[in-house]
Every structure is written in C-alpha cells, then in structure tokens.
C-alpha cells in the first residue's frame, strides 16, 4: 500500500505514555505545598502538552516569580518521584517497532523537558526507534509551530507528508500551525469537544485503534 506520509510525530504524555494521571496528581499537590489555591484534577489535566512555564501562566495568572518557581520546582521533585514507573499504553511499543521497520520517520514532539523526554526514552526502550526529537526546553511551547517546523527540517519532509498524533488542543493547534494533518486520540488529557474544531484527519478513543489504522492507512 501507497503511504500518505513519511513521518510521523507523536506527543508523549497521554499519547504513547500513560502519564495523565501521575503528572495532575503531582501538579495538584505541588499547589498545595506551596500554599497556592487548590486546583480541580480537570483543570490541571487540561494544561498537560504546555511547557511547565506556561502550564502554570495558565493556571495561576501573573503570580510572582518566587511563587511560580516554588510551584516549578515541587511539581518536577513530585514528578521524577514516580516518572520510572509510567507505562506505555499497551501496544505502543509494537506500534513503533512496527512503523519504524516500514520505513516511516518517526520524531516525538513533546511539552516535557529534555531531561524528562530521555529518561521516558530510556525507560521505555524505545530510543533507537525514534529520529529526532522535539522539547520544550529547545523551542517554543505548544501550540507554536516550531518543533514540527524544526522536525520537518531536519528530517528533510513535507508538511503534506507529515502526521502529528496527540491527545490535547495543543497538539493539533501545532499541526494546524505548522500546515501538517493531524490525529487526535481520547485516552490522554482532553475530551475531543476541545479539539474537534481543528479537524483533525481521525480520531481514537484507544491505543489499539490508532494502532490498526496507522498500520493499515499511514
């Protein structure tokens, strides 16, 4: 079968990991460490695919700068606290084992830092299969285009043969931005009302679904 694209981008957190869970409880009891209103478990989730920076613009406004790096620095203990443990959705690992032998680029473009992105990599067994690599701490945050654009560069394709998987408005915000299809999937951080408006080419509400498709249609 013809392929429609030859590289294919993926978010990390709630898309190929399943870290939605860890990463709101670890930020809702980083604002109650450091005596900052509480937040909902949606309203923290629905920040996830941000940088960590903007995450908490987001949520707590123009807050002074001690506060927002108090808030920085418990989340990132909480976070690499239990990040060793965090699972791949099942099948995730065969599904990039399996495009990377069909000659598909594969790249991650993720709101995680970089210290972050390699431990998952390195942790999950899964850095060999991957070509390049996008975080927040090399460009800007999400929805911004550039981690795509830098991707696309570097990997020498086309915006028209690109695909850009992710679970948050962010991710396909990115793609729209960045002139790329995109998939949206259900099983991460965000409903697809938040997303459905940016017509996505698909969407997924598991891992095995998205899984079949890209196998049979990417």
């Given at each position: 079968?013809?392929?429609?694209?030859?590289?294919?981008?993926?978010?990390?957190?709630?898309?190929?990991?399943?870290?939605?869970?860890?990463?709101?409880?670890?930020?809702?009891?980083?604002?109650?460490?450091?005596?900052?209103?509480?937040?909902?478990?949606?309203?923290?989730?629905?920040?996830?695919?941000?940088?960590?920076?903007?995450?908490?613009?987001?949520?707590?406004?123009?807050?002074?700068?001690?506060?927002?790096?108090?808030?920085?620095?418990?989340?990132?203990?909480?976070?690499?606290?239990?990040?060793?443990?965090?699972?791949?959705?099942?099948?995730?690992?065969?599904?990039?084992?399996?495009?990377?032998?069909?000659?598909?680029?594969?790249?991650?473009?993720?709101?995680?830092?970089?210290?972050?992105?390699?431990?998952?990599?390195?942790?999950?067994?899964?850095?060999?299969?991957?070509?390049?690599?996008?975080?927040?701490?090399?460009?800007?945050?999400?929805?911004?285009?550039?981690?795509?654009?830098?991707?696309?560069?570097?990997?020498?394709?086309?915006?028209e043969r690109t695909l850009m998987i992710g679970d948050t408005s962010y991710d396909l915000q990115m793609a729209q931005n960045a002139g790329v299809r995109s998939v949206g999937v259900t099983y991460g951080?965000?409903?697809?009302?938040?997303?459905?408006?940016?017509?996505?080419?698909?969407?997924?509400?598991?891992?095995?679904?998205?899984?079949?498709?890209?196998?049979?249609?990417?």
């Amino acid at each position: 079968m013809t392929k429609q694209f030859d590289l294919i981008v993926w978010d990390w957190d709630g898309t190929l990991a399943d870290s939605t869970g860890m990463i709101t409880n670890a930020l809702l009891k980083a604002a109650e460490q450091v005596g900052l209103p509480a937040l909902t478990p949606q309203t923290a989730s629905n920040i996830i695919g941000l940088g960590l920076r903007e995450s908490i613009q987001t949520l707590y406004g123009d807050i002074p700068a001690e506060q927002a790096q108090a808030l920085a620095t418990q989340y990132t203990t909480n976070y690499y606290a239990g990040e060793s443990e965090i699972p791949l959705f099942t099948g995730a690992a065969d599904t990039i084992k399996a495009l990377n032998k069909r000659g598909f680029k594969l790249a991650v473009a993720t709101g995680k830092g970089r210290r972050g992105l390699n431990l998952a990599l390195e942790h999950s067994g899964l850095v060999k299969y991957f070509h390049s690599t996008r975080t927040v701490d090399e460009c800007f945050s999400k929805p911004h285009p550039q981690m795509l654009d830098e991707l696309m560069e570097y990997l020498v394709v086309m915006p028209e043969r690109t695909l850009m998987i992710g679970d948050t408005s962010y991710d396909l915000q990115m793609a729209q931005n960045a002139g790329v299809r995109s998939v949206g999937v259900t099983y991460g951080a965000q409903a697809a009302t938040q997303w459905q408006h940016l017509n996505p080419m698909q969407q997924f509400s598991d891992f095995s679904e998205l899984s079949t498709w890209l196998l049979e249609h990417a």
